[in-house]
């Protein structure tokens, strides 16, 4: 027999169980109600009692819906030029992205069950998209759409716009009507197209008479415009009042961060200045909470690998390290290993430099020098939280890694990250940093290394057959073995020409044995390391890399861009 629905709350249920009115604030607005006839949510705004955002917030939590909190959303030009102004305001709703290649359009909706304007907008658009609502209050789309729909959003359009016009420098700090000026929306444009298109990092890098701006795509820079210098100090200063930076201070270094709706998602970016000779170089990391916790089953590691991780996550203690170089996906991974552990039986602590993706029932801290909270004083303080994981963020000098190795030793279990070029380099770089093999020995549980390759795009990629050379590197030797055919990048619209769309990690995990530990506690040389390993069946980076070479995933070239194949050449 199936269980009965759960009842859905009442708003005035919802308000008194959050704590957000009290019983007569409620008893007030409920009188009102049946005066002014008017929905309840909308009397206790009126009477001040609560916010349009708390109001909202609450309201999509009660029936289910998302929501979304319109000033610090940056709409799609694409999307605002499909629907027309007088239906935004005729329906109260403003389209936020089009996602072209899913067919959907994300609109915020001050009333997501109105049926009318759902039904209206789906015919006005043919049935050609979906509809996906999110809940927003009244005013904020009132002033979204006299934003969105009263300025030029393209990127060419602000371009020609600050062209032939003034830059009034005090409005960039303005609050309200920011989207008169111009280099404004140039700045949330060319975020929103960095995001678009996929991008991990935007770089604004001044030269002598000119602004470069680069976005790292699929892990390599890419040009995408070129600006006069003069648009530098205006778009330098809207960044730094974004990211909360001090715009005066313009010799010292400046981290920040910005929070934004973006595609209908929220998604942060970190922010750095660097004084360079030709002005301040800035730099935004892309966060984007969506991408950023893959199931491990998705990480794209072999069955055997797989079952390998999920053994060692098992351990109940010692330390776990992901190495790598920066910009190699750890953090991604050390997240999906946090993700597979985490249960509201296990309280897990974690140590970042900073938190990059909030993650339910889990502690983060951010690394505070202002507040002596370094890593070491860090975990000394999660020590006395009562912890069963800790991930610390990163183990970069010897103070940290003997708190880390500490915590280990006291029946927790530790994740991390080391920068070394692969998980037998680990060991040289450990005993770098000061700590002692005896320490090693025993705590240790397993080491992965990554690396991140392009993914060839499937619609251009060109089939070939290997050369001599590509044969041997590869291993390819047995007749049987004659006709097997390689891909490589070509290049279409569907991957902007480059041949390759998206990424895939390569990874060794290394599992440390009681015959490893002995050979770390005698400080052998890397070949024993390598030879005990290979002999109990460790699968190189390189293995990993032509496994994918050899299934059409990437390409040969791609592989040995980011992992050493010379070392198959004998």
């Not at 004083?377 to 010897?398: F, K």
């Amino acid at each position: 027999m199936n269980a009965p629905a759960p009842r859905k709350r009442m708003l005035g249920e919802a308000l008194l169980e959050k704590g957000v009115v009290n019983q007569d604030q409620l008893r007030i607005a409920l009188k009102e109600q049946k005066r002014q006839n008017l929905p309840l949510g909308k009397i206790l705004v009126k009477l001040g009692f609560v916010t349009e955002a708390v109001m909202r917030d609450v309201l999509g939590e009660n029936i289910g819906q998302e929501s979304v909190a319109l000033s610090t959303v940056i709409a799609d030009a694409d999307a605002i030029r499909l629907i027309p102004k007088d239906m935004a305001r005729r329906y109260k709703l403003v389209p936020l992205n089009l996602d072209k290649e899913h067919a959907q359009l994300t609109v915020a909706m001050a009333d997501t069950f109105n049926v009318v304007a759902l039904d209206q907008l789906s015919a006005f658009l043919s049935n050609a998209v979906q509809i996906k609502p999110l809940l927003a209050s009244e005013a904020d789309i009132e002033t979204a759409i006299d934003h969105f729909y009263g300025f030029d959003l393209s990127i060419d359009g602000i371009i020609n716009e600050i062209e032939t016009g003034q830059v009034d420098y005090s409005s960039l700090q303005a609050v309200n009507n920011e989207y008169s000026q111009p280099i404004v929306r140039l700045v949330d444009s060319l975020l929103a197209d960095a995001v678009k298109r996929g991008a991990s990092d935007i770089h604004f890098e001044p030269e002598q008479g000119f602004l470069r701006v680069r976005y790292r795509i699929d892990g390599v820079l890419r040009q995408v415009r070129t600006l006069h210098q003069s648009y530098w100090s205006g778009i330098c200063v809207r960044l730094k009042v974004m990211a909360g930076l001090n715009i005066a201070e313009t010799r010292a270094p400046q981290d920040g961060r910005i929070s934004l709706t973006l595609l209908g998602r929220p998604i942060d970016f970190r922010v750095a200045s660097q004084p360079t000779t030709h002005g301040e170089n800035i730099v935004l990391r892309v966060l984007d909470r969506q991408k950023g916790i893959v199931p491990l089953d998705k990480l794209g590691l072999t069955e055997d690998m797989l079952q390998l991780l999920k053994l060692l996550m098992a351990r109940p203690e010692g330390i776990i390290l992901v190495t790598g170089p920066t910009g190699s996906g750890k953090t991604t991974t050390l997240y999906s290993m946090l993700n597979h552990v985490n249960d509201e039986e296990v309280n897990i602590m974690t140590l970042e430099d900073p938190v990059e993706y909030p993650m339910q029932l889990i502690r983060q801290s951010s690394v505070n020098e202002a507040a002596k909270m370094d890593f070491a004083n860090g975990i000394r303080s999660m020590m006395r939280q009562d912890p069963d994981v800790i991930l610390v963020g990163e183990i970069r000098d010897e103070q940290t890694a003997e708190m880390a190795f500490r915590a280990a030793m006291t029946g927790h279990q530790v994740f991390s990250t080391l920068h070394s070029n692969s998980a037998l380099g680990a060991f040289p770089r450990l005993l770098d940093i000061g700590v002692k093999p005896d320490v090693m020995e025993g705590n240790i549980i397993g080491i992965v290394a990554q690396r991140l390759a392009r993914r060839l795009c499937v619609k251009c990629r060109e089939e070939y057959a290997p050369s001599d050379l590509e044969r041997h590197i590869l291993g390819l030797t047995g007749p049987e073995l004659a006709s097997v055919k390689l891909h490589r990048a070509k290049g279409c619209e569907h991957c902007e020409h480059r041949g390759y769309k998206g990424r895939l990690a390569l990874l060794e995990v290394l599992r440390i044995d009681g015959e490893f530990d002995e050979l770390i506690a005698r400080r052998a040389t890397k070949r024993e390391l390598e030879a005990h390993a290979i002999k109990h069946g460790f699968k190189t980076l390189a293995d990993d890399g032509i496994r994918f070479i050899l299934n059409g995933t990437t390409s040969l070239d791609e592989v040995s861009r980011v992992v050493d194949l010379t070392a198959r050449i004998q």
